[in-house]
């Protein structure tokens, strides 16, 4: 199909481009870029009013798929994805079984080809069945097309193991993907340290369960040389190492989710599961060196981290509920309403964080780029849309979210993959 978008604002980071263009596609690429295109398409979409962006890259999602589908389903994440303008995702391998060798990177991929609206992405594990005892096929993995690796809901706790993991995925090209947790401080911990804890009644994980690790990963990266990637930050000294690992020179990156540059610890106020997350909401203090991490520059993705769960998983104490929040439907108006709108970050600076800067971490040359040649991975935002977020309108099987009820500005409302439109409320359409 030809489509031709007329009179977007169109922000693309690897052209600089920011302003009123249209953008035509034909046989899934970008064709041309041009203030005014005078020519035949087979579907008309009249952007007037809002942003023509990337499809956004979210590097850190849960498709709980395979074995643990009444969750979530590749289907299902993938369309709460493409609602959310995500046309990539990174699945995380803790699946059941894992995703421990090349077989079964394969068959997501495979399987996704045919089950979801957005490209997916399969991650691998560092260790065989995320055990921490023996090294999983990173070579085969890498081969499979798996991009990363990563141990995510824990982290390899013998740091001489993970060292080979890293110098391994380092020989394939790959990336580390780090979920920074030091087991042995954790304590059943099940929110922030801090005198909302104390009000609770509940356990606290401080900020060294997470800043330990991270100084550990930084310097194996040092030593090993691998690309790390560091996980859903959640603290001050993550930014500030981060920050020190840049100045250095060293191959590290950082994602921050909205849930941390938006909530504190302040906002649980009463036992409610939708507010346990790992890492926790911590404080005020971090939420502004978050946000002013994202706005230097020195971390580098927006990610979700979207984990659903099912009600009665959710629905308890924070002392029982299992961790995780969903966030594929809400990142692009969340991040919007709390960073743009508030002059944190450029519109530019969005697209970078949830699309471009994504992209070249996985060294996908060919997208996030609403440019000329690309493919044509887009994502049409309405910065005028107000709302409340409602969890009962998600199309993914998860509902925990703390944010139900908040009020956004911005809607994703079109999303094209590889040309395809497979989000459609501009036009009255899916």
């Given at each position: 199909m030809t489509i031709l978008i007329q009179n977007g604002h169109v922000v693309d980071p690897l052209t600089r481009m920011d302003g009123c263009y249209d953008v035509l596609i034909k046989n899934g690429r970008i064709e041309k870029v041009a203030e005014h295109i005078d020519e035949d398409a087979e579907r008309l979409l009249d952007a007037r009013g809002c942003y023509v962006l990337p499809g956004f890259i979210d590097l850190h999602v849960h498709f709980?798929?395979?074995?643990?589908?009444?969750?979530?389903?590749?289907?299902?994440?993938?369309?709460?994805?493409?609602?959310?303008?995500?046309?990539?995702?990174?699945?995380?391998?803790?699946?059941?079984?894992?995703?421990?060798?090349g077989e079964k990177v394969s068959r997501v991929h495979e399987r996704a080809k045919g089950e979801s609206l957005t490209h997916v992405i399969q991650l691998g594990a560092v260790t065989k069945g995320q055990k921490g005892e023996e090294l999983a096929d990173i070579e085969?993995?890498?081969?499979?097309?798996?991009?990363?690796?990563?141990?995510?809901?824990?982290?390899?706790?013998?740091?001489?193991?993970?060292?080979?993991?890293?110098?391994?995925?380092?020989?394939?090209g790959i990336v580390v993907f780090a979920h920074c947790e030091d087991q042995t401080l954790v304590e059943h911990g099940v929110m922030n340290a801090d005198k909302n804890a104390k009000r609770l009644g509940l356990r606290?994980?401080?900020?060294?369960?997470?800043?330990?690790?991270?100084?550990?990963?930084?310097?194996?990266?040092?030593?090993?040389?691998?690309?790390?990637?560091?996980?859903?930050?959640?603290?001050?000294?993550?930014?500030?190492?981060?920050?020190?690992?840049?100045?250095?020179?060293?191959?590290?990156?950082?994602?921050?989710?909205?849930?941390?540059?938006?909530?504190?610890?302040?906002?649980?106020?009463?036992?409610d599961g939708n507010y346990k997350m790992n890492p926790p909401l911590r404080s005020k203090a971090?939420?502004?060196?978050?946000?002013?991490?994202?706005?230097?520059?020195?971390?580098?993705?927006?990610?979700?981290?979207?984990?659903?769960h099912a009600r009665?998983?959710?629905?308890?104490?924070?002392?029982?509920?299992?961790?995780?929040i969903v966030g594929l439907e809400t990142s692009a108006a969340l991040t919007f309403t709390s960073l743009v709108?508030?002059?944190?970050?450029?519109?530019m600076d969005m697209a970078e964080k949830m699309s471009s800067n994504p992209a070249k971490l996985l060294g996908l040359e060919d997208r996030g780029s609403v440019s000329e040649g690309k493919a044509a991975d887009v994502v049409i935002f309405d910065p005028s849309r107000n709302y409340k977020i409602d969890k009962n309108t998600f199309v993914s099987k998860g509902r925990n979210t703390p944010f139900d009820g908040f009020e956004v500005t911005g809607e994703v409302v079109c999303t094209l993959v590889d040309g395809k439109i497979v989000y459609d409320t501009l036009s009255g359409g899916m």
């Open positions: 709980r798929d395979p074995g643990l589908e009444y969750k979530e389903t590749l289907a299902t994440g993938g369309r709460a994805a493409v609602k959310g303008g995500v046309t990539t995702v990174c699945a995380m391998p803790n699946t059941k079984p894992v995703i421990d060798d085969e993995m890498a081969r499979a097309g798996c991009h990363g690796i990563s141990e995510d809901g824990k982290s390899v706790m013998n740091a001489s193991l993970y060292r080979q993991g890293m110098k391994a995925a380092r020989d394939c606290g994980i401080t900020n060294s369960v997470e800043d330990v690790i991270t100084a550990r990963d930084i310097l194996l990266s040092k030593e090993t040389g691998v690309k790390l990637h560091l996980c859903h930050c959640s603290t001050a000294d993550s930014v500030k190492m981060v920050r020190l690992a840049k100045e250095e020179g060293l191959p590290v990156t950082a994602e921050v989710c909205p849930h941390h540059f938006i909530l504190t610890s302040d906002d649980i106020k009463e036992d971090d939420v502004e060196a978050l946000r002013q991490g994202l706005k230097d520059g020195v971390m580098d993705v927006i990610a979700t981290d979207h984990a659903p009665e998983e959710k629905d308890k104490s924070m002392a029982e509920a299992a961790f995780g709108k508030t002059g944190v970050l450029s519109m």
